[in-house]
């Protein structure tokens, strides 16, 4: 079974930008998490998607968006990209919304803001 | 809120030496705690987890980790490194109520020495 997906897997940017990132889970997996791994900050919640339902938040600006599709794939955006969002960006799987539920993660997408 | 505490940022072993990695907790009813692993450009890989039960679990590549309600401690375990255990190593709390499902704590790198 093929495991996460996260497209593209490395980005480059100009502050000001806007970027999408993509994840698709695992066959089968409807829960979609993703999350912001820097140095400074470790790794943060971002929000998590259900059934295409966003079922949490992080405490980001609005700047952070993300949707998910039928097909359970999910993207990401980031508008009025700023330095400090330079980070690795991590997406994970599951095939519930209960804590129980193992998340099964991504590579990961490089996000470098110039 | 949850919280995850890892008070070794960097460790040191040799190969074949025993290891301990710390963790703390701050959860008020009992926790799902997880211990992942994320090597160099790589996804987090869970290691195991704990809902409850049994306080020593066992998980994948050799590891163990201990649940000590008292002390509000997950410690991970591992008889003998490997040079491949060498990695970045989180620490995890868990929960189905509130915004966040995984707080992750700031993580310890593992360096191995021949």
């Known amino acids: 079974k093929a495991g996460v997906t996260q497209t593209p897997r490395y980005l480059i940017k100009t502050r000001g930008q806007q970027v999408t990132l993509s994840c698709s889970p695992i066959s089968g997996h409807r829960s979609v998490s993703w999350y912001q791994q820097t140095p400074g900050q470790g790794l943060q919640f971002l929000f998590e998607?259900?059934?295409?339902?966003?079922?949490n938040k992080g405490n980001f600006p609005g700047r952070f968006s993300g949707r998910q599709f039928s097909n359970s794939r999910s993207e990401m955006n980031v508008s009025t990209l700023e330095l400090g969002d330079s980070a690795l960006y991590l997406c994970?799987?599951?095939?519930?919304?209960?804590?129980?539920?193992?998340?099964?993660f991504g590579p990961g997408t490089r996000l470098t803001v110039l | 809120a949850q919280s995850v505490t890892q008070p070794d940022i960097h460790i040191t072993v040799s190969e074949g030496a025993s290891l301990e990695l710390r963790c703390n907790y701050s959860y008020g009813a009992t926790p799902y705690l997880f211990w992942y692993v994320q090597s160099p450009g790589q996804g987090l890989q869970l290691l195991l987890k704990?809902?409850?039960?049994?306080?020593l679990v066992q998980g994948i590549k050799g590891f163990e980790a201990e649940f000590k309600r008292s002390q509000s401690s997950f410690n991970l375990r591992k008889p003998s490194v490997h040079w491949s255990d060498a990695a970045e190593y989180f620490c995890?709390?868990?929960?189905?109520?509130?915004?966040?499902?995984?707080?992750f704590g700031t993580g310890t790198r593992l360096t191995i020495i021949p």
């Open positions: 704990y809902f409850s039960g049994d306080t």
């Open positions: 998607y259900f059934s295409e339902t966003q079922r």
């Open positions: 995890a709390v868990g929960t189905n109520f509130g915004n966040e499902k995984l707080t």
């Open positions: 994970a799987s599951s095939l519930g919304d209960r804590v129980g539920n193992e998340q099964f």
